[in-house]
């Protein structure tokens, strides 16, 4: 089946540096999403994207969806301790009928104040 | 509104035992979705229902679960004969007509079997 990739598996970083994590796959995916996930709780969607080469922003978040459609990343800007949590990328592939999306194994963020 | 509410929160149960969780999706929500997430992973796919119908469903979900949505608002995930291995999160998600991939989650489910 359709697997993602995510790197690196867990961040430590200072408040206020950039982040940058990615979601790679062997196959091609039409949509992208990016979730948060806090201890606990449901993922909260983030960013999606539709087209190949789209660069979507909310608020400090930037999200792109690559060009060969078997790539994704994000990017949050001037880090600050709420961004603590595990980020996941979802993608919705073309198995053809299936509806699913599939996700990553997230990466783990670390923001040290 | 306010998003979408599971019930229980949690659950310990023996194996063996059938357990039942309920989800409501935002209201005007067509899509309703469940998947199941395990420490250290990403939700995992189970099934999803369009208004009542139930129109996929994944080779995860075995012969013990089933799923109903009977009126198109609420959803019932139901364990039969609960193993140890079916401890995880039950996740429920729903999303608007024509933006199906904008799953909005609810808080989960925390099943135990002992």
């Known amino acids: 089946g359709q697997q993602l990739n995510q790197s690196p598996q867990s961040m430590f970083i200072q408040e206020g540096e950039d982040v940058s994590m990615n979601c790679t796959s062997s196959s091609i995916f039409n949509t992208w999403l990016w979730y948060k996930q806090d201890p606990g709780e449901g993922p909260v969607l983030l960013i999606a994207l539709y087209k190949a080469g789209e660069l979507t922003s909310n608020g400090r978040l930037t999200a792109q969806f690559g060009i060969t459609r078997k790539d994704s990343f994000l990017n949050i800007s001037a880090s600050i301790p709420s961004d603590v949590g595990i980020y996941f990328c979802a993608g919705k592939g073309t198995q053809g009928g299936s509806e699913k999306l599939v996700f990553g194994k997230g990466t783990k963020l670390t923001v040290n104040p | 509104d306010t998003g979408v509410s599971q019930d229980p929160r949690h659950k310990i149960t023996k194996r063996g035992q059938n357990v039942t969780f309920r989800c409501d999706p935002i209201s005007e929500h067509n899509r309703l979705y469940w998947y199941r997430q395990t420490l250290g992973q990403g939700p995992e796919f189970l099934t999803y229902f369009q208004n009542e119908a139930q129109l996929e469903k994944s080779r995860l979900l075995s012969d013990r679960f089933s799923a109903e949505r009977p009126k198109g608002s609420f959803s019932t995930l139901e364990i039969q004969r609960t193993e140890q291995g079916d401890s995880a999160m039950y996740l429920c998600?729903?999303?608007?007509?024509?933006?199906?991939?904008?799953?909005?989650f609810g808080p989960g489910t925390r099943l135990t079997v002992t």
């Open positions: 998600a729903s999303s608007l007509p024509g933006l199906p991939y904008e799953q909005y």
